[in-house]
């Protein structure tokens, strides 16, 4: 993703996920906003420290890449709408969004869900930049509508929905149906994001094809 910034204007990214950036830009590294929201954003996944980018004259641009094949997603933030997202997800937003850890509150679903019990809460005011795994779907559930995902596959989710977890009916379907045992299964209202190539499956898929030394 490639911003555009006016003198004087900032943007905050983690660390490392910066590409290119031209001459008028200046580059600050701190913990945005203490020792303690930075070891949560580490908890969450993503690095203890972030890179500020200011717009020093002019006219500036700053490029940002994913860590791994798939899609940048914007999200705009008005100070009403909330993104929970996987760890890892954050990758670049105008320094008016936060950024914090975000802990599911049961125990199943942190176990079981396949997203771990620690994601990732975008708020605010302003744009904010994800990167999520693959392709991106997205659905809009309506209140009490549900989805089933497998569990990974979820890549973030508005704070209106709820999550929880659900184990796959019929022995012989969990045992043989190679789509594991437990599914996670959103319930709305609220939009939500599903990645296609979850990073963990990529690396199952090539593992075979990867030579082993002696």
Same mark, same amino acid.
């Given at each position: 993703?490639?911003? &555009?910034l006016?003198?004087?204007?900032t943007?905050?990214?983690?660390?490392g996920?910066?590409?290119?950036?031209?001459?008028?830009? @200046?580059?600050? &590294?701190? &913990?945005?906003?203490?020792?303690?929201?930075? %070891?949560?954003?580490? %908890?969450? =996944?993503?690095? %203890?420290?972030?890179? $500020?980018?200011?717009?020093?004259?002019?006219?500036?641009?700053?490029?940002f890449?994913?860590?791994?094949? =798939? @899609?940048?997603?914007? $999200?705009?933030?008005?100070?009403?709408?909330? /993104? *929970?997202?996987? @760890? +890892?997800?954050?990758?670049?937003?105008?320094?008016?969004?936060?950024?914090?850890?975000? $802990?599911?509150?049961?125990?199943?679903?942190?176990?079981?869900?396949?997203?771990?019990? *620690?994601?990732?809460?975008?708020?605010?005011?302003? *744009?904010?930049?994800?990167? $999520?795994?693959?392709?991106?779907?997205?659905?809009?559930? @309506?209140?009490?509508?549900? /989805?089933?995902?497998?569990?990974?596959? %979820?890549?973030?989710?508005?704070? &209106?929905?709820?999550?929880? /977890?659900?184990?796959?009916?019929?022995?012989? +379907?969990?045992?043989?149906?190679?789509? =594991?045992?437990? +599914?996670?299964?959103?319930?709305?209202?609220?939009?939500?994001?599903?990645?296609?190539?979850? /990073?963990?499956?990529?690396?199952?898929?090539?593992?075979?094809?990867?030579?082993?030394?002696?």
């Amino acid at each position: 993703v490639i911003c &555009t910034l006016q003198e004087g204007e900032t943007i905050k990214n983690e660390t490392g996920a910066m590409s290119f950036m031209t001459s008028g830009m @200046k580059m600050e &590294t701190n &913990t945005g906003g203490g020792p303690l929201k930075g %070891l949560g954003r580490a %908890l969450s =996944g993503d690095s %203890l420290f972030l890179n $500020f980018f200011t717009a020093e004259s002019g006219t500036q641009q700053i490029g940002f890449s994913a860590h791994s094949p =798939g @899609k940048i997603i914007p $999200f705009k933030l008005d100070g009403t709408n909330t /993104i *929970i997202g996987q @760890k +890892n997800a954050f990758l670049a937003a105008e320094d008016s969004v936060e950024v914090e850890i975000f $802990f599911k509150n049961k125990l199943g679903t942190g176990i079981f869900g396949g997203e771990g019990f *620690i994601l990732q809460r975008i708020s605010g005011n302003g *744009i904010a930049f994800a990167e $999520f795994d693959g392709h991106v779907v997205e659905y809009d559930l @309506k209140a009490g509508q549900q /989805i089933i995902v497998d569990s990974g596959y %979820l890549a973030a989710m508005e704070a &209106t929905c709820q999550m929880d /977890i659900q184990t796959v009916p019929g022995l012989k +379907n969990a045992v043989f149906g190679g789509e =594991g045992i437990f +599914n996670t299964v959103i319930t709305g209202p609220g939009h939500i994001w599903l990645q296609t190539m979850p /990073i963990y499956s990529v690396a199952g898929a090539i593992r075979p094809y990867i030579p082993t030394g002696n």
